[in-house]
Nanobody
Framework: QVQLVESGGGLVQAGGSLRLSCAVS????????MAWYSQAPGKQRVWVAD???????NYANSVQGRFTISRDNAKNTVYLQMNNLKPEDTATYYC????????????WGQGTQVTVSS
């Protein structure tokens, strides 16, 4: 059974930093692309960042230069380092495991709340 468990959210002042973690179990983590999404209250879930099995990354324009996605295959964990946080970054953040071939979002974590105060 594939499980994704996020952690690391919290309350931070604008300009601060947080590092989110997503621990994956029940599958061969190292071969799968991974993603982070965010969902603000009353809004749709939106894509934040991707990382391939080989470590290539891609970011939404809104977080480019502030957020860094990375992975540690030895720990079956994907990270999202969030720097220079803004109040508009306030959301629940979800990690997701993509299908190897189609990149469909196959599995989701339960989410971790990030709140940025001004």
């Amino acid at each position: 059974q594939v499980q994704l468990v996020e952690s690391g959210g919290g309350l931070v002042q604008a300009g601060g930093s947080l590092r989110l973690s997503c621990a994956v179990s029940g599958t061969t983590f190292r071969i799968y692309p991974m993603a982070w999404y965010s969902q603000a209250p009353g809004k749709q879930r939106v894509w934040v960042a991707d990382i391939t099995s080989g470590g290539s990354t891609n970011y939404a324009n809104s977080v480019q230069g502030r957020f860094t996605i990375s992975r540690d295959n030895a720990k079956n964990t994907v990270y999202l380092q969030m720097n220079n946080l803004k109040p508009e970054d306030t959301a629940t953040y979800y990690c997701a495991l993509r299908d190897l071939d189609t990149w469909k979002l196959n599995y989701w974590g339960q989410g971790t709340q990030v709140t940025v105060s001004s």
